[in-house]
C-alpha cells in the first residue's frame, strides 16, 4: 500500500479572502499583492495556495482541538456490558472536515480539501499497516480543548510567594506578570456586554459611595458628628493601617455601594455605634470591577497566534476574583494580603491604563459591592466651613420616659469678615491627608454630605451558616494481637 505525498491538484489549488470566511485568514490573505483565480469562487481575487490555509488550520487544531478516542473508556465500556443498561456509545466530536469547515466556516468543499491535505502530511504506512487512526484522517473525530488558564496561574502562585519570602518591592518579573495580565483590561467585556472597567461619578450609575467608623464613646463619635470630613474620610497616613488594597502608611478610602454594607464590612461589637455618611464622587473615576471577572469573554479567531494566550488570560482573570477577594483569617493579613496590595499599586501608578479603583465583592455582606479607591482618588472636599464656627453636638435628652436619643450638630458662624472662609477647613482636610506634586492641581473626587450621617446602633449579630453534621461510630476492637478492626484472609 502506498501513499502519494505529491498531490498535484492541491498543490495549484488558490483561495481568496472571501472563501476563508475567517476574519484573521482573510487579513491574512489581503497581506499579498498577487491577484489570481480563486478556486472556489472563479473570482480574480488576492488569494493564497490553499496549503498556506491548511498550515494555519493544521497549528490551530494543535492548539485549540484534540483527537478524541475511537474507542470507549472503562466506565463505557460498562455501561455496553450492562444488559439492564440501554446506554449506546457513540464517538465524541465532530469528523475531520466537519470541524475544520464549524471552526473556520469554510465552505464544505474547501474544509474537504483541506482535511485531505492534512491527512495526506499525516499518513505513514506503518500505522495504515497496523489499522491505526492517524490525525485528519476522514474518519478522525475531533472537538475543542477545554480552556484553563496555564501558565497564567502558575505565575501567580510564583508571584504571591516571591512576595511573602523574598521581596516586599517589585521585581521586574512580577511587573511584567502584572503588565500582562491587567494591561488593556479596559478593552475586555463580559459575555453580556458589561465593561471590566467602569466609569463612576457625575451622571454614571455610581455617583456616591458610603463609608463608615466604629465607635465605642460618644467623644469620639461627635468628633466625626462635627466633622465627617476628616473623621469619616481616609485616615491620615500615619494612621492608616494595612488593608486587603493598601499597606502600612498608605490612605486609601474603602467603601461601599449600601450603607449596610458598610455596617457590615467594619463587623462593629455588640453595643457599639457605627457611623455612615454618603461620599459624592464629584469627577470621573475609572474602576476595575471584580464582581465583572466571572463572566468575561474574549473573542478572537483561533487562527490567530496570539488567541490562545488571551484565552488562557481570560480564563486566570475569570478566578483572579475570588482570589483577590477571599476571606482571610485574623492574623494571616500581613502575608496574605501582600499580593493585593502589591496588584493595586500597580493598577494605580503603573498600569496602561491607569486605575483610580477597584470595585470587589463583599465578605461580609452576601449582595454587596465594596469599592476602594486608591489613594491619589480617596481626597475628600472640606466641608464649607467659615473661619471661627463653633460646632457642638448632641447626642440626646430626657424626658418623663427617660433618655431619647437623638443626634445633632449645631454651627456656630460669626458675622462675614470678607475672608475666604475654606481656608482653615481646607488646612484641616490637607493636614490629615498627604498629597503627591501630580496631584496638587487635581479636584478633590469626594464630597461628604453632612446631611446623610446616620449612626447605627448594633444590637446583635446575625452569622449565615452552612451547617454540617459530623457521624461518629464506635467498634469494639478484636482481642487478637492484630490491633485492626479489620479482618482479612491470610491468601489473597
Not at 499583492?33 to 473570482?43: H, I, P
Not at 495580565?181 to 463612576?200: E, S
Not at 493601617?241 to 467594619?266: H, L, W
Not at 436619643?405 to 458662624?413: D, F, S
Request: proline share 5%; aromatic share 10%; net charge negative.
Amino acid at each position: 500500500m502506498s501513499k502519494d505525498y505529491s498531490n498535484q491538484e492541491f498543490e495549484v489549488k488558490r483561495i481568496c479572502d472571501v472563501c476563508v470566511v475567517d476574519a484573521f485568514l482573510a487579513e491574512y490573505i489581503l497581506r499579498e499583492v498577487d491577484e489570481a483565480t480563486c478556486s472556489y469562487c472563479g473570482e480574480v481575487r488576492i488569494t493564497l495556495p490553499l496549503t498556506d490555509i491548511a498550515d494555519r488550520v493544521e497549528t490551530a487544531f494543535d492548539e485549540h482541538y484534540h483527537r478524541t478516542s475511537d474507542q470507549p473508556s472503562d466506565y463505557e465500556y460498562m455501561l455496553l456490558a450492562d444488559r439492564e443498561s440501554s446506554y449506546e456509545w457513540s464517538r465524541e466530536g465532530l469528523c475531520t472536515a466537519e470541524a475544520i469547515a464549524g471552526a473556520s466556516g469554510m465552505s464544505e468543499s474547501v474544509a474537504n480539501d483541506i482535511q485531505e491535505i492534512l491527512a495526506d502530511r499525516h499518513w505513514d504506512l506503518e500505522s495504515a499497516q497496523m489499522g491505526e487512526e492517524t490525525a485528519f484522517a476522514a474518519d478522525a473525530y475531533y472537538e475543542e480543548k477545554s480552556v484553563s488558564a496555564g501558565s497564567y496561574t502558575d505565575e501567580w502562585i510564583l508571584f504571591e510567594a516571591s512576595l511573602k519570602t523574598e521581596a516586599r518591592f517589585f521585581s521586574r518579573a512580577a511587573a511584567a506578570h502584572l503588565a500582562d495580565v491587567f494591561g488593556g483590561i479596559d478593552k475586555l467585556t463580559t459575555i453580556d456586554g458589561r465593561p471590566l472597567v467602569v466609569t463612576v461619578g457625575p451622571g454614571c450609575q455610581i455617583d456616591h459611595l458610603y463609608r463608615g467608623r466604629v465607635f465605642q464613646s460618644d467623644d469620639t463619635l461627635t468628633a466625626a458628628l462635627k466633622r465627617p470630613d476628616t473623621e469619616l474620610g481616609p485616615p491620615p497616613a500615619k494612621f492608616a493601617g494595612a488593608g486587603r488594597m493598601n499597606a502600612p502608611g498608605i490612605s486609601v478610602f474603602y467603601g461601599a455601594d449600601k450603607a449596610e454594607v458598610v455596617v457590615a464590612e467594619v463587623r462593629p461589637p455588640v453595643g457599639s455605634k457605627v457611623a455612615v455618611a454618603k461620599f459624592e464622587i464629584t469627577r470621573q473615576l475609572h474602576l476595575l470591577d471584580l464582581t465583572a471577572l466571572p463572566k468575561i469573554y474574549e473573542s478572537g479567531s483561533i487562527f490567530d497566534p496570539g488567541f490562545g494566550r488571551r484565552l488562557e488570560r481570560a480564563a486566570f482573570l475569570r478566578s483572579l476574583g475570588k482570589q483577590m477577594t477571599r476571606p482571610v483569617m485574623p492574623g494571616d493579613e500581613a502575608l496574605d494580603y501582600l499580593a493585593t496590595q502589591a496588584t493595586a499599586d500597580f493598577l494605580a501608578t503603573e498600569n496602561k491604563p491607569l486605575l483610580d479603583g477597584i470595585i470587589f465583592p463583599s465578605v461580609q455582606a452576601r449582595e454587596g459591592r465594596n469599592i476602594v479607591l486608591f489613594h491619589k482618588s480617596a481626597r475628600v472636599e472640606p466641608l464649607d466651613t467659615p473661619e471661627g464656627t463653633s460646632i457642638s453636638t448632641s447626642v440626646g435628652h430626657s424626658t418623663e420616659e427617660g433618655w431619647e436619643t437623638g443626634y445633632t450638630v449645631y454651627e456656630e458662624v460669626q458675622e462675614a469678615q470678607g475672608s475666604n472662609h475654606k481656608d482653615v477647613a481646607e488646612a484641616q482636610v490637607r493636614g490629615a491627608q498627604t498629597l503627591y506634586p501630580d496631584e496638587l492641581f487635581l479636584t478633590d473626587p469626594l464630597r461628604v454630605d453632612p446631611s446623610s450621617v446616620v449612626v447605627h446602633h448594633v444590637q446583635w449579630v446575625n452569622y449565615h451558616c452552612e451547617p454540617h453534621a459530623v457521624d461518629r461510630h464506635r467498634y469494639t476492637r478484636a482481642a487478637e494481637s492484630d490491633s485492626s478492626p479489620f479482618s482479612f484472609d491470610e491468601d489473597f
